[in-house]
T-cell receptor
Framework: GNSVTQMEGPVTLSEEAFLTINCTYTATGYPSLFWYVQYPGEGLQLLLKATKADDKGSNKGFEATYRKETTSFHLEKGSVQVSDSAVYFCALSGASGTYKYIFGTGTRLKVLA | ETGVTQTPRHLVMGMTNKKSLKCEQHLGHNAMYWYKQSAKKPLELMFVYSLEERVENNSVPSRFSPECPNSSHLFLHLHTLQPEDSALYLC??????????????FGPGTRLTVL
């Protein structure tokens, strides 16, 4: 079936460190891929998205590239800030046979000053 | 108001109470969703409405009853809940169901505690 797998957290980094959060997916068809972020006490917000292979989504210094050959959509940021501390969710939609959005379990990021 | 709003933000209820959660979207979308978010569990899809018709009822106990009176409003009626129903309940909306790169927009959630 369709699924999204994210690395287990929490991920703890010092400010200005490089961030990678891994995400791989299993899906039939041509899904769109998303990263959402959830800050404490809030709902999920779209961070970036990519709708086809080799597309790169980017926003607020975060980037992720849709890699069909490795079925991956890893999230990266060159220099994290304390304000980036949150839970990050990888998700897909538009897989064949389902209208559902499928989310990973989330990865908590903690950035220390 | 903009985006997706939810009320109340926090709710404490006893197991015999009846309460309702409200969601309103100001985005002109035609699909709305209820999710349950529990600690250390994946996001659970509960209900999906498209054009005000329910298209998904994901094996949710009958003590949760959704209502979608129009494309902008979604309710979740609660009665005789159990302590394990304590969670963050998130509402979301999208233009069309999943597909074509349409993202979901989420509300801030209602933190529900069942005593």
């Amino acid at each position: 079936g369709n699924s999204v797998t994210q690395m287990e957290g929490p991920v703890t980094l010092s400010e200005e460190a490089f961030l990678t959060i891994n995400c791989t997916y299993t899906a039939t068809g041509y899904p769109s891929l998303f990263w959402y972020v959830q800050y404490p006490g809030e709902g999920l917000q779209l961070l970036l998205k990519a709708t086809k292979a080799d597309d790169k989504g980017s926003n607020k210094g975060f980037e992720a590239t849709y890699r069909k050959e490795t079925t991956s959509f890893h999230l990266e940021k060159g220099s994290v800030q304390v304000s980036d501390s949150a839970v990050y969710f990888c998700a897909l939609s538009g897989a064949s046979g389902t209208y559902k959005y499928i989310f990973g379990t989330g990865t908590r990021l903690k950035v220390l000053a | 108001e903009t985006g997706v709003t939810q009320t109340p933000r926090h709710l404490v209820m006893g197991m015999t109470n009846k309460k309702s959660l409200k969601c309103e979207q100001h985005l002109g979308h035609n699909a709305m969703y209820w999710y349950k978010q529990s600690a250390k569990k994946p996001l659970e899809l509960m209900f999906v409405y498209s054009l005000e018709e329910r298209v998904e009822n994901n094996s949710v106990p009958s003590r949760f009853s959704p209502e979608c009176p129009n494309s902008s409003h979604l309710f979740l009626h609660l009665h005789t809940l159990q302590p394990e129903d304590s969670a963050l309940y998130l509402c979301a909306s999208s233009q069309g169901l999943a597909g074509g790169g349409n993202e979901q927009f989420f509300g801030p959630g209602t933190r529900l505690t069942v005593l």
